[in-house]
């Protein structure tokens, strides 16, 4: 079976006044039909760009330095960027954003901005089409003839996730989809993303820097730090078990209703403009040796279906 979305050695790179920034290096990534895969790490471990590099809106002073995505086999970074944006964004990989919300034009309603997308593919944008898609995401269908400033955050972002799903993508990317919401329509949200997967068997890359948030929506995840995947697995594997120290550290810091304490991971993320031949981990690592300083880990299978970058393994 092919993946539906495969990330082979991605690599993406800004060039700042202090150098090369490596914000994603060697990304091996891949989303089954109907998987919802979960992307996590602290902030600027290179979550976003790595979402942006596969949905190629990676714009200046970015650029993809190497490697491959495919959508069902095709490598989309060798299509021309006509083919891509008639062929795939928006038809069938689509992104939301944290700040998707605020991307609708305050002049239009709802249902003209959710229209003008359809039309602009040349789909059919009547009534019906948009009364459907809002009620996809538990919106009424009153919603179309309001303005954006008339609806809550948290209609907003519902609403623009159904414009998203308007040309029917396969593929949602959600970067932070939830983050500048209340917990309660964080959760109302997340539990949409799952609907969706199961009624319209979409596959979803969910991102966060919040893994208590996705704990119950993703079957499968990986986690970033400091422009690489240091951990992959089954989410029950990495949620009961997690192998990587990062990954131990970052779910430390996520409090439970257990526990209230919230322990955090001590020191900083390296600079990524100043790349290392050692495991970038190992200044913070309670667990480091030798040869961590001296040699980067490659990801080795573990147990638990895991793959883990660490010389515990
Ligand atoms: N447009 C940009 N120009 C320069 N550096 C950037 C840009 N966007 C992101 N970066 C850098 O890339 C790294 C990863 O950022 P990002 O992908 O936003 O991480 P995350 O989404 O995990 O918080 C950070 O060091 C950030 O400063
Ligand atoms: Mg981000």
Redesign the pocket.
Known sequence: MTALLEVKGLKVH?S?PRGE?R??EDIDLHIDKGEIVGLA??????????ALGVMRLI?K??RITGGEVRFEGTDILSLSEKDYREQYRWSRMAMVFQGSMNGFTPVFTIGAQIREVLEIHGREGGETTVRKLLETVELDASIASRYPHELSGGQKQRAFIAMSLALNPQLLVA?EPTTALDVITQANVMNLLKRLRTEMGISILL?T?DLALISEAVDRLYI?YA?RVVEEGPSVSVFSGPKHPYTQGLLASTPTLQSRQIRGIPGFMPD?ADPVEMCSFSPRCPFVMDVCRKERPEMRRADGGEEVACWLY
Request: proline share 4%; hydrophobic share 30%; glycine share 24%.
């Open positions: 800004y700042t920034v914000a994603a790490g602290e902030s600027g471990s290179g979550k976003s760009t790595l714009g002073p970015g970067d991102i820097h970033m422009g990524l």
